[in-house]
């Protein structure tokens, strides 16, 4: 296995930049996952590390090796793909098997490492199966089965799960996170789901229009969002964003006054802000308790989860706001409640969206 | 109405259209198969023209040369097709000129195609000729048509200009269907350029080649005008095929009762032919992972 180091990385497509200046360095059995919206370039990343595109400029190091002009198979990567690239006419054996064909690799040995990869991803009874005859899950166990056979320093996974109804990806998503710590191996994943970057990364890239917004653990973001776009796409139900002015500045952090008239002294890093700026105050859906006074809320609508009611409403000034209250809260749709919110919880963001350091934020669990 | 009468109804004038356009031609020729008829009237022969057809050794030339005529004619259709097709669908500049100038033999008339051939084929006018002489291949005029086996291959190669373009248009769209994710599999797994053609190309689009080697042997067995434009299934029968041979049979010496037990047999091997294609189809589709 190892470090995978990606340094000063753009690309255009003709005047069309879609990557910008991207560096980054992945550690050795790393478990780091590319996550962003649709065209923020997270899967032409991957696939410039795969050696499938070509980086307009920068360097690709992987292992301390300069790999940026090599060709996909001498840079040790193998890479699973979205629609799973099975060859529809070859058995499950030989899909597995088709790198080792590739390199003539002796019968034999052949035969060895796909068993061995079989019995890891519980294929072994399908070897001599079609694809066409196995399930959403199955089929892509068989593509990362094609990976491991070539013992790669990293894997690239492009979006695996999109294909898998909501229960499968769960599974396979416990899957793929005991894949990881058996084979201890450097991993980077691609998806557009913040749900699966949460849960199987060991670091997270948030990339926005080509862009990186925030490279760090799960809770660092969750918790230090740097801007308002790592905010609202980490968590969920999203981060809740308020209109605010800023009333004055002290030892306590800063004073906002949000629509609707609520003051709050938010414990906030306030250089850089002064009285009278506009930011918004950032709170998220799981950190207001009902009852408090800092919040009037017009429901609109109830979710009803069982353990949760995901509320949905509007602040007086009209801004949308939802909040995820106990599952027997006493809310109803055409109703008003009152939400408390604990300044530490709330984040802010200036104009430019960028955050102010949150001084009294919770630790985070290593 | 009931249901059923509706349904019979809407389905009347199909079946009318199959009824004379097909079935009483067929029928027609089964029973004149039997018969001597001529101008002069029918007599009633049982088998005699099949007999005779069967001893006739000619005849028996005539079905080696038609199976010979078509096995060549194929072969280098699909050849041609699958080189064509794999140059077309490669990324290069300007491919979709070449995706269209691909066309023109399938789709001007074939009449017009051969005459442009046989000015081709003529030994004092045309380029082939000339060419052969200035290059000292030839001493002096060489008349493709005019000599039995140049006859015979100088018509396998217009006829394969004629079919190729559509083996290759069907080649290239069953290419263009081919998953992409396969070939960068492929390639981050180092599989070279001819090994990506062999392993996935081909067993990707072996349905169509099937189903074109098979629909493309029946239209080059029925295969008419070109060759009755070239060499009107000559010099001394060297380009007569089953299907010029029952035309001149029929309708050249007309000998309706002999031409329609041809005309039989070419039925029957046609069908047999078209069991082959949907049986070939059946397990292909099957071995292959198509739906």
Redesign the interface.
């Known amino acids: 296995m190892a470090t995978l180091d990606l340094c000063n990385i753009s690309k255009s497509f003709g005047a069309a930049q879609v990557l910008h200046d991207i560096s980054l360095a992945i550690e050795d059995k790393e478990f780091v996952v590319f996550v962003g919206p649709s065209g923020c370039g997270k899967s032409t990343l991957l696939r410039i590390i795969a050696g499938l595109e070509e980086a307009t400029e920068g360097q690709i190091v992987i292992g301390g090796e300069d790999v940026s002009a090599a060709h996909p198979v001498d840079r040790g990567i193998s890479m699973v793909f979205q629609s799973y690239a099975l060859y529809p006419h070859l058995s499950v054996f030989e899909n597995i098997a088709f790198p080792l064909r590739v390199q003539k690799m002796p019968m034999p040995e052949l035969t060895e490492r796909v068993q061995k990869a079989a019995d890891i991803l519980q294929l072994t009874d399908k070897l001599q199966l079609k694809p066409g005859q196995l399930s959403g899950g199955q089929r892509q166990r068989v593509a990362i089965g094609r990976s491991i056979v070539r013992n790669p320093k990293v894997f690239l996974f492009d979006e695996p799960l999109s294909n898998l109804d909501a229960a499968l990806r769960g599974d396979m998503r416990v899957e793929l996170s005991q894949l990881h710590s058996d084979l201890d191996a450097t991993m980077v994943y691609v998806t557009h789901d913040q749900v699966e970057a949460m849960t199987m990364a060991d670091r997270i890239v948030v990339l926005n229009a080509g862009k990186v917004e925030q490279f760090g653990t799960p809770l660092e973001l969750y918790h230090h969002p740097k801007t308002k776009f790592v905010a609202s796409f980490i968590g969920q139900p999203n981060m809740n964003l308020i209109p605010a002015t800023v009333q004055g500045t002290d030892g306590n952090g800063v004073t906002v006054e949000m629509e609707g008239g609520t003051r709050l002294t938010l414990p906030v890093d306030t250089t850089g802000v002064a009285k009278g700026d506009s930011v918004e105050v950032g709170i998220r859906p799981e950190n207001v308790t009902l009852g408090g006074a800092a919040l009037d809320v017009a429901v609109n609508v109830v979710e009803r989860l069982g353990g949760l009611s995901i509320t949905y409403g509007k602040l007086a000034g009209g801004t949308r706001f939802c909040a995820s209250l106990p599952g027997n809260a006493a809310v109803a749709q055409g109703g008003a409640i009152t939400l408390g919110v604990d300044p530490a919880d709330c984040h802010v963001f200036d104009a430019r969206g960028d955050v102010l350091r949150r001084t009294a934020a919770p630790e985070l669990v290593s | 109405m009931s249901e059923k009468t509706f349904g019979l109804l809407l389905i009347a004038p199909a079946m009318l259209f199959i009824a004379v356009i097909v079935a009483w031609p067929l029928a027609e020729t089964i029973r004149l198969s039997f018969m001597e008829a001529g101008l002069g009237g029918e007599e009633y022969v049982g088998l005699a023209n099949y007999q005779d057809l069967l001893e006739s050794r000619k005849f028996n030339d005539t079905i080696w040369r038609t199976f010979y005529w078509m096995f060549l004619s194929v072969t280098l259709k699909l050849i041609l097709g699958l080189i064509g097709a794999t140059l077309l669908n490669a990324a290069v500049p300007g491919r979709a000129l070449f995706r269209v100038l691909v066309m023109p033999p399938w789709v001007i008339p074939i009449a017009i195609g051969c005459i442009g051939w046989l000015w081709l084929y003529n030994g004092y006018f045309g380029v082939l000729s000339g060419t052969m002489m200035s290059l000292g291949i030839t001493d002096g005029p060489f008349e493709f048509l005019a000599h039995k086996r140049s006859a015979f291959y100088s018509a396998i190669v217009t006829d394969v200009w004629v079919g190729v373009p559509m083996v290759t248009l069907f080649f290239l769209a069953a290419m263009q269907g081919v ?1 992409r ?2 070939y ?8 070279g350029r001819w ?1 990506r053609f062999r ?2 190309t081909i ?2 689009i ?1 349905p169509v080649i099937v189903s074109m080697a098979l629909l493309s042997a029946i239209w080059t067995f029925n295969s008419f005008e070109i060759i009755w434009i070239l060499t009107e299934g000559g010099p001394r029968s060297a380009t007569t095929t089953l299907i010029v041979d029952t035309y001149k049979t029929a309708i050249g010496n007309y000998k309706f009762g002999e031409g329609s037990a041809r005309a039989v047999i070419i039925v029957v091997l046609l069908g047999l032919f078209s069991l082959l294609y949907l049986f070939f189809l059946g397990k292909v589709n099957k ?5």
């Open positions: 998953n994710d396969l960068e599999a492929a390639w981050v797994d180092g599989a090994y392993r996935i067993p990707q072996m071995y292959y992972g198509a739906k």
